[in-house]
């Protein structure tokens, strides 16, 4: 059984900085990918950076140069530093964790269909 728990949200004014935290148990391959992903009321779930075992790091081109991704192999614990943040940054954001068992892409997925290990979301909030 695969467990992803994530967490470091909250509310911080524009321009402010926090880091989000995201540690998976259960996965028995030493290759796989973790990812976060954010979610706003009415829109659809959409990838904000990913990162694999290999340490390849893919971002959505909105967060490029403000949010910076990392990963740790020995606990499998992954961190998003989010610096500058923006009102539009605000949702709830979701870790989520994928073993590797075959051909590997090019870089790590930030398609929400290429996930099926999910943690219950952490908030956050980012005011004027």
């Known amino acids: 059984q695969v467990r992803v728990v994530e967490s470091g949200g909250g509310s911080v004014q524009s321009g402010g900085s926090l880091r989000l935290s995201c540690v998976v148990s259960?996965?028995?391959?030493?290759?796989?990918?973790m990812a976060w992903f954010r979610q706003a009321p009415g829109n659809e779930r959409e990838g904000v950076a990913a990162?694999?075992?290999?340490?390849?790091?893919n971002y959505a081109d909105s967060v490029k140069g403000r949010f910076a991704i990392s990963l740790h192999n020995a606990t499998k614990k992954t961190y998003l530093q989010m610096e500058n943040l923006k009102p539009e940054d605000t949702g709830m954001y979701y870790c989520?964790?994928?073993?590797?068992?075959?051909?590997?892409?090019?870089?790590?997925?930030?398609?929400?269909?290429?996930?099926?290990?999910w943690g219950q979301g952490t908030q956050v909030s980012v005011s004027s």
């Open positions: 989520a964790a994928e073993p590797i068992g075959g051909l590997r892409p090019l870089n790590p997925y930030l398609l929400r269909n290429e996930y099926n290990n």
């Open positions: 259960g996965l028995t391959y030493s290759t796989y990918s």
């Open positions: 990162v694999d075992s290999d340490g390849k790091i």
